[in-house]
């Protein structure tokens, strides 16, 4: 069974350009999670999606910043006009379907290092 | 708001010590409890947690217990390897919000050989 899976797992983007992060949840998973570490931090929550719908993005920057996960194929963060701030390890974390369980494990994939010059 | 606080790194210990890294936590409702490591270049791997105060969740030689009294969860380990040598994440998730995952800053272990 193959672990949470992301590319590509660098990206190096110039300022004023667009980072599209992709993320294929563990088989049978539904509930994704994207968090962003900036160098020297802790991982921040971003945003947590199930297929098709937004559940909670109270962690994503008002501007610039997307995220989805279609009904079919992985799930995409997408962050239009980069700048240098933007650049951090973003990862996606799954966890199985259904209703969420309390204290249910998320599951990492190995993250996007993202470097904007 | 939520939030977690564990102790400040980089800890350097020789193999065979035993190890200890605090973590505290601030939550609005009950807090599930994890420990997460992460080795360079990697993401996070689960190391263990613990679902309501007083369970000790335990993996690999490590544990910590949930004590709701002094809202901690504090690793150890009795004899550390070089192995070990990674960043640690104390984390919570309320299942109010989500099972959003809040994380502490992290701590760096080294381990001499």
């Known amino acids: 069974n193959a672990g949470v899976m992301q590319n590509p797992r660098h990206l190096v983007r110039r300022r004023g350009q667009e980072a599209r992060l992709r993320c294929s949840p563990m088989?049978?998973?539904?509930?994704v999670y994207w968090y962003r570490q900036l160098p020297e931090e802790g991982l921040k929550f971003m945003v947590y999606?199930?297929?098709?719908?937004?559940?909670?993005e109270s962690g994503m920057p008002k501007e610039r910043f997307s995220a989805e996960f279609p009904k079919e194929g992985p799930s995409i963060l997408r962050i239009q006009q980069v700048v240098r701030g933007d650049s951090a390890a973003y990862f996606c974390?799954?966890?199985?379907?259904?209703?969420?369980?309390?204290?249910?494990?998320?599951?990492f994939g190995p993250g996007t290092r993202l470097l904007v010059l | 708001g939520d939030s977690v606080t564990q102790m400040e790194g980089p800890v350097t210990l020789s193999e065979e010590a035993f190890l200890t890294i605090n973590c505290t936590y601030t939550?609005?409702?009950?807090?599930?409890l994890f420990w997460y490591v992460q080795y360079p270049g990697e993401g996070l791997q689960l190391l263990l947690k613990?679902?309501?105060?007083?369970d000790k969740g335990s993996n690999k030689g490590f544990e910590a217990t949930y004590r709701k009294e002094t809202t901690s969860f504090h690793l150890e380990k009795g004899s550390v390897q070089v192995s070990d040598s990674a960043v640690y994440f104390c984390?919570?998730?309320?299942?109010?919000?989500?099972?959003?995952?809040?994380f502490g800053a992290g701590t760096i272990l080294r381990v001499k050989s």
């Open positions: 974390a799954s966890s199985p379907p259904g209703l969420a369980a309390r204290g249910e494990t998320q599951y």
């Open positions: 088989k049978g998973h539904s509930h």
């Open positions: 999606l199930q297929k098709e719908n937004i559940i909670d």
């Open positions: 939550a609005t409702g009950y807090p599930s």
């Open positions: 613990a679902t309501k105060a007083d």
């Open positions: 984390a919570l998730s309320l299942f109010e919000y989500g099972n959003k995952l809040v």
